[in-house]
């Protein structure tokens, strides 16, 4: 199965103060998430749009502004199915594009498929079972193939950024951490491993300031991503990438940061 694209790369008014209910305080507490075990209630999400500036910071100084990041939420009908449909995007400042749209199942959060075009040309397009994942993939010559990925147990698709959308559809609460079965893709676990870290107050673009829990969780080939995630929607209102391998051996950090 490909390499993960964890964060689409080959690269208001301020909220209203709110009493913290009994579900924020500290835990200490590990769960082992189930596809079909109702810890991930993707019911409730709720549709939006949401848009980011992309900036990177190299380690050899540079500050490099890579692009626009937009993401929209949607229940749609597809197939006779009631299904999430998240399309994301992102356009470069050198005129490449890359795009993904995922479907999932609106209550579970099990992937259902997954069709993402790369900035190269080549595109992938996957579905799911509770046992397999099967990809349509052409490179970015034209050349066609078919793959069959089969893993132990039901597993959630992280592949596509989704990884910054599961924390939304989890009873997060400050130190808990969720052992997560994920489909495996190319030199990727088939757990990952997702650590509420805290809560904070963050600039979020057009909401202005707002409290977000801080779930973090390392990502394949090195380096640590953390989501900022609201109670309401976008839901994903911040994330930074600390620690991504680059070209040549030289490492940079991702800024995702919401438009105002």
Known sequence: MRAAHLLLTGIMAAASVFAAPSSFADTQETIAVKLDGGTANAAKLKPYDNAFVVTQRVSDGRVIEAGIWTDQLRLRDVKGQKLWVRTQSIGYFDGRVMNSVNTFDSKTFAPVSNIQVNPDGSKEQWSFSPTSAEGHLTDA??????????????????NCCMRS????????????????????????????????????????????????????????????????????????????????????????????????
């Open 165 to 260: 959308l599961l924390p939304a559809a989890l009873p997060l609460a400050k130190g808990r951490e969720f052992v997560i079965p994920v489909v495996p893709a190319q030199g990727d676990p088939e757990v990952v491993m997702e650590k509420v870290v805290g809560r904070e107050r963050i600039q979020a673009g057009y909401r202005g300031m707002l409290d977000a829990w801080v779930v973090e969780t390392p990502v394949p080939g090195g380096g640590t991503v953390r989501f900022w995630i609201a109670e309401t929607p976008p839901f994903l209102v911040h994330m930074t990438l600390i620690g991504t391998p680059g070209k040549g051996g030289i490492p940079y950090d991702q800024f995702f940061d919401m438009v105002g």
């Open 141 to 158: 010559s034209g050349h066609q193939s078919v793959v069959t990925v089969p893993f132990r147990n039901p597993s959630f698709d992280l």
